[in-house]
């Protein structure tokens, strides 16, 4: 059974900051969220966690692998090397939704993300050890069949663009809707799901509700492990078996499932 550890990372009181003492220049905040984005991608990835920008000024984080004294740890250097710092409220759950839910709870009860003294938040639940290793997370590599064939050789990039954000829209919708799961573009024409335990027939639905809706044809691989790492890393092969065998949904998962 999965049982997900999502971690909400929130940059605090970070609307006043950026108008303050008047409005910084756009060029610098993308500099500082992108670089901040970054920094937490080696932080958690280093611990087998993936994190995802979402708006960037809140990123959610699969952190099955991480414990409080990890999260501790990346918050303090956060402060220590950023004019920002971050609060982190962390959730668990058997499905992902469940988990960034309670996780979300955390921030939103201890106050507002625009409260200048609501600052580095550290709340929530970790998986305990048993909990920590078992194969937990359930991660789905979506990418477009033939984006390059289809999409960027041919039309113009704009196009290209709507197109892949259409999918993406259509795709977590449904997703977090019929699934409890939550998807995230993750650049190119990828999209990754981290999702409950879901049967096959679930990604076929999924991949046939977004080819109908907006007409983007997915495929999908889908891998278990007990982080983000080995889920995601056992998804890219199952993604790999579908280009191999012309198939639309591969799963790779462990032999006890
Ligand atoms: N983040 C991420 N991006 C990827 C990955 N693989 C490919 N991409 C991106 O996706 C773009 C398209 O690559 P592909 O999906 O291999 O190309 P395609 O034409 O759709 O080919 P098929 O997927 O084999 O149908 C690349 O230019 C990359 O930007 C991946 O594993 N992760």
């Known amino acids: 059974m999965t049982r997900t ?56 984080a699969v952190t099955n ?22 609060s982190m409220g962390i959730g668990t759950g058997t499905t992902p939704q469940e988990a960034l ?6 921030l939103q009860t201890a106050g507002s993300a625009q409260d200048g003294t609501r600052t580095e938040i550290l709340g929530g639940d970790v998986l305990d050890e048993d909990e920590r290793a078992a194969k937990g997370v359930q991660v789905a590599h979506f990418d477009v069949i033939d984006v390059t064939g289809t999409y960027t050789d041919r ?6 663009f709507i197109a892949i954000e ?16 939550l998807s995230f573009f993750v650049g190119g024409d990828n999209v990754i799901a981290v999702c409950p335990d879901l049967p096959a027939s679930a990604y076929e639905d999924a991949i ?11 495929q999908v691989g889908v891998g278990r492990g007990a982080s983000a ?12 078996e579908c280009r191999h065998n012309g198939t639309r949904v591969e799963r790779a998962l462990p032999a006890d499932d």
């Open 166 to 181: 259409q999918g993406y829209a259509a795709l977590m919708r449904y997703m977090y809707g019929q699934h409890d799961s």
């Open 101 to 106: 839910a309670e996780a979300t709870g955390v």
């Open 5 to 60: 550890q999502i971690t909400l990372v929130q940059i605090d009181n970070y609307g006043p900051w950026t108008v303050t003492p008047e409005p910084r220049r756009e060029v610098d905040l993308q500099t500082l969220q992108s670089r901040l984005y970054a920094d937490l991608c080696q932080q958690i990835g280093r611990e087998g966690g993936y994190v995802f920008f979402a708006r960037f000024d809140n990123m959610i």
């Open 208 to 218: 046939v509700h977004v080819s109908g809706e907006v007409g983007v044809d997915l």
């Open 155 to 160: 039309v113009d990039a704009f196009e290209t």
């Open 65 to 86: 692998g991480l414990d409080w004294a990890d999260h501790e740890l990346i918050q303090e250097s956060i402060a220590n090397r950023y004019p920002v710092s971050v």
């Open 229 to 240: 790492h080995d889920a995601g890393m056992a998804a890219k092969h199952a993604l790999e």
